[in-house]
């Protein structure tokens, strides 16, 4: 594919509950495959997919959250997190299990106003 | 104007499938062409041409089919998130195909603009 | 920018994030979002804050199916399914808070 363009998953929704942010990660996998430019960002709820420590077993589902760690083998590395949403669920920087971005919410604006695509899920 | 659709909710649960029809409609009408509708995540439930809706209610499946007929809509149903819920080519309704995400991603690049109706 | 809403501001934060994030621009409020633009609802006061910062388009029939389109809060501006493609058109990008 030619055409290059900047495509952001937006991810509000916390994993386990609904099927949405790992159906989400798998779209980002793909779209980096097609060499696009994709940044990932995380607000309200979905910042509990980066949480660390995640076990699934009990709920016999797969743990998928090892796979925001691999993005960066696919060349995703643009991970954004909100810090309102963060804070409002008493969560660090150092919760999460994976390197990011912390942005204020104007920061966040500003990042989307430079997007071709925004999707979610 | 070059339009993709993205639908994330299967029909009569969510009015997500209602609402990209009728956006795809509108547009179809102010001479735009909508010329691919992505079904993802339960939105792949859009395409089996097992629902049997009441005969008093609208058939979301037929509706999709005969947009496709009458626009050259192109109808594409995720293929991983269709196995996952027993979506496959025998129950697929006219009009439908399944395909690879990466016809979502070509959606994102070759539309003018992309628009997802979802929860 | 054309921000589109689907869910009840007192059921879900997206429309109050979406407030506080975005820079500025269109919102269209769909399916549940329109109870937002409704007068006397706990976050109509949130939303008429914002209206100097965006401009709030409310999906008519969606308003109507839902028995309210008589309490369309001062400020907002109905749009049906056209005006609704019209928005998309005029915006370069169009995200779907979901």
Redesign the interface.
């Known amino acids: 594919m030619s055409d290059v363009k900047k495509f952001m998953f937006v991810n509000r929704k916390a994993p386990y509950g609904t099927i949405y942010a790992l159906e989400s990660l798998e779209v980002v996998l793909i779209t980096a495959a097609f060499d696009q430019d994709v940044s990932l960002m995380f607000t309200d709820d979905g910042v509990y997919q980066l949480k660390k420590g995640q076990q699934t077993k009990g709920i016999e589902t797969k743990n998928f959250s090892p796979t925001y760690r691999a993005l960066e083998g696919y060349d995703v590395e643009k991970l954004y997190v909100d810090q309102e949403s963060l804070q409002e669920r008493g969560l660090t920087e150092d919760d999460l299990l994976v390197d990011v971005t912390v942005l204020s919410r104007a920061e966040v604006g500003a990042l989307m106003d430079e997007q071709d695509v925004i999707l979610s899920f | 104007m070059k339009l993709g659709i993205v639908v994330n909710e299967g029909p009569y649960q969510h009015q997500a499938s209602d609402s990209a029809y009728l956006f795809a409609k509108a547009a179809i009408e102010a001479g735009h062409e909508v010329w691919r509708v992505f079904f993802y995540h339960d939105g792949v439930n859009n395409a089996s041409k097992l629902t049997e809706p009441p005969q008093d209610d609208r058939n979301i499946v037929n509706r999709w089919s005969k947009l496709a007929e009458e626009h050259k809509v192109d109808l594409v149903v995720c293929v991983a998130a269709a196995l996952r819920r027993g979506i496959r080519e025998e129950n697929l309704a006219t009009g439908f195909r399944i395909s690879g995400l990466g016809q979502l991603v070509e959606a994102g690049t070759k539309s003018d603009r992309l628009v997802t109706f979802g929860d | 920018?054309l921000h589109?809403i689907?869910r009840s501001p007192l059921s879900d934060?997206?429309l109050e994030?979406c407030l506080?994030?975005?820079?500025g621009g269109d919102i269209l409020l769909?399916?549940d979002a329109v109870y937002a633009a409704t007068a006397g609802n706990a976050f109509e006061a949130k939303l008429r804050a914002a209206m100097g910062k965006f401009k709030i388009n409310v999906l008519r029939?969606d308003l109507e199916a839902r028995g309210l389109a008589d309490r369309l809060v001062e400020g907002a501006a109905f749009v049906?399914?056209?005006g609704?493609?019209?928005l998309?058109?005029a915006?370069k990008?169009?995200?779907?808070?979901?």
């Open positions: 920018m589109i689907n934060r997206a994030n506080n994030t975005a820079s769909i399916e029939p049906d399914y056209a609704f493609v019209e998309v058109v915006n990008t169009c995200q779907s808070w979901l």
